[in-house]
């Protein structure tokens, strides 16, 4: 047996010597689970809110590691892609680091006059925009010159939250000035800066992020709205992506916005036209494996809408979750974080879809607008292949979790009916999360003459289990005519998984040039088995029989017979 890995039967599990996942085997054979698919009905628009992504590390987007990885994600979605960044104006060389980036833009000359350099936020930008994807822009942190308290300004270690970046300005018209400035060199440099981007002010302002209080980050927000809507009046701007969505600060900032006085023309309420909070769902180890947290992260998504619903200024206002992860720390390994193990597996996947899904279920039975969902999670370049960071690839191979997103990311078109006899429902992954039996649901779309079906399986618990066996009836319109032709694609623990190959080659550090060859292959999404062609029945259905292993993900395409082409 190879170190590290534990053997169930058929199945694998490995990540610091503890039981991250099992692919097959375990306990007693699952029910069958009955999926029907109404795709005659009319529907309503795919509010495709999962295509968006963000990183602590901005100066990694200029590296040939980032820039690849820019581009996969932008190619994966077939809605337009924003990205997330940290320290867009912070000082300093451009030196990538762990959980650390600057890009120089704001430095003072001898006289005290400010000295704008947009060299390096230019590559980063260009970076985004060159892989077809735009940018969420983080306005933040603060610039050693312009901080009410520069020095130290770089923080004392990798985790703490401790440098002079995150302190207020101590000229608030130098700040307006910078962002400004800025502005309209992005304006005239990105032609579609308007009509794309979106803006938000910090990070985190009710955590170490921001050494102010409440007063000085409402104020700083009067002040970055009318410099940004001065130079780009059209710009979407919003905040205060806190960390806490039930906590005191957004109501704060929700109230001041709504009925606060504007510091910079002493009117009452401030411009607000998007609405961003953050949620980690929390992992932990019971026993000898992970065990993760869907309804938590799920009701902190509740709190945050809850929030913004008791405005009604607001209440249709466009929300961002601008970080929603299983967990917190991207930039810890899991030989450092209990809990992590989880985030080589294809559990990791499979949370992110049910917890968009679920989301949206959400945002609808609250009443609230939400436009997006946001995966924080990159890539590590130069850290140990498979070293357990919360990332989305290691070393150029793609994590299953991207694999994940490449299936989630190509529905389109309108949302159809779907119903599942396995789905444990948005109130009971509330009230006691996926803790019984495994949550086996989809979403279903129809896209001119193509039908989609995304299905999972998901459990809290990420151990040993049995395969689920799945039928899945899809009624289809009639101009499918008499035949269909189906295709398959999975990401499993034997499809799409090259973890599982990784292991399999007894976890190399430096594997070889094969080695890579063979993990550039299994990272993709595979099909479970060639295309078919099915008849449709007399009632205009068709139906697909297949088992779904734990944390497995499938998505099924189908299309008129004859036009495979189509997908």
């Known amino acids: 047996m190879v170190p590290g890995r534990v053997s169930s039967g058929a199945c694998w599990t490995s990540v610091a010597g503890l039981s991250a996942l099992t692919a097959c085997g375990g306990g007693s054979a699952p029910a069958r689970v009955q999926i029907s698919v109404d795709a005659t009905a009319d529907g309503a628009p795919l509010e495709r809110v999962w295509a968006f992504h963000g990183y602590d590390e901005i100066n990694d987007t200029t590296t040939p590691e980032g820039a690849a990885l820019l581009g996969a994600i932008a190619a994966a979605h077939t809605a337009p892609v924003h990205v997330r960044n940290h320290f867009l104006l912070n000082t300093g060389d451009g030196t990538p680091a762990m959980k650390w980036g600057s890009t120089n833009v704001y430095t003072e000359d001898g006289a005290g006059n400010a000295v704008y350099d947009w060299t390096l936020t230019d590559g980063i930008l260009d970076g985004i925009t060159a892989a ?4 969420f822009v983080e306005i933040g942190f603060m610039p050693e010159a312009l901080s009410a308290h520069p020095a130290p300004y770089r923080n004392s270690t990798t985790r703490a939250l401790d440098g002079g970046c995150f302190y207020p300005p101590a000229d608030a018209a130098k700040w307006s000035d910078l962002i400004r400035a800025w502005a309209t060199h992005a304006a005239g440099r990105y032609p579609d800066v308007a009509a794309s981007w979106l803006w938000e002010l910090w990070n985190e302002p009710d955590s170490g992020y921001w050494h102010g209080t409440f007063d000085d980050y409402a104020k700083l927000y009067d002040q970055t709205e009318a410099a940004l809507h001065a130079a780009i009046p059209d710009a979407p701007l919003g905040g205060p992506a806190v960390i806490d969505p039930a906590g005191s600060f957004l109501a704060q900032f929700l109230a001041h916005c709504a009925t606060g006085t504007n510091a910079v023309i002493g009117a009452t309420g401030t411009r607000l036209d998007l609405v961003t909070f953050h949620a980690k769902g929390g992992v932990a180890v019971v026993g000898d494996h992970v065990q993760m947290d869907l309804g938590h992260q799920l009701q902190l998504h509740r709190d945050g809408f809850d929030a913004v619903a008791a405005f009604p200024a607001f209440e249709q206002t466009p929300i961002y979750i601008t970080e929603a992860d299983p967990d917190g720390c991207a930039a810890c390994p899991a030989s450092d974080i209990a809990g992590a193990a989880y985030r080589n597996s294809t559990a990791y996947g499979a949370y992110e879809i049910a ?4 989301t949206l279920a959400l945002a609808a039975r609250e009443g609230v607008t939400l436009r997006g969902v946001l995966t924080w999670a990159f890539t590590f370049p130069g850290t140990p292949y498979f070293a357990g960071y919360r990332a989305l690839a290691t070393n150029g191979i793609n994590l299953p979790v991207m694999g994940a997103f490449e299936l989630l990311g190509r529905l389109a078109g309108t949302r159809v009916p779907l119903d599942s006899s396995g789905a444990r429902g948005l109130d009971e992954i509330l009230a ?5 039996e495994p949550d086996v649901d989809g979403i279903a779309t129809r896209d001119g003459d193509a039908v989609q079906v995304l299905v999972w399986s998901y459990h809290d618990d990420v151990v040993a289990a049995a395969a689920t066996p799945v039928r899945l009836a899809i009624e289809l319109p009639a101009s499918f005519g008499a035949g269909a032709r189906v295709s398959h694609l999975r990401v499993d623990e034997t499809h799409g998984d ?10 190399p550090a430096s594997p070889s040039a094969a080695e890579i060859a063979a993990l550039e292959q299994a990272m993709h999404p595979a099909p479970l088995g ?14 697909v029989d297949f088992d779904l292993p734990r944390f497995g993900v499938s998505l099924l395409t189908i299309v008129p017979a004859g036009k495979e082409g189509l997908r």
């Open 132 to 135: 077809g994807a735009s940018p």
């Open 355 to 358: 917890m968009m899904k679920e």
């Open 498 to 507: 090259a973890y599982a190959v990784w292991v399999g080659q007894g976890m």
């Open 530 to 543: 060639p295309d078919t062609t099915v008849a449709v029945g007399a009632d205009g259905s068709i139906g």
């Open 432 to 436: 006691q999360g996926v803790r019984g």
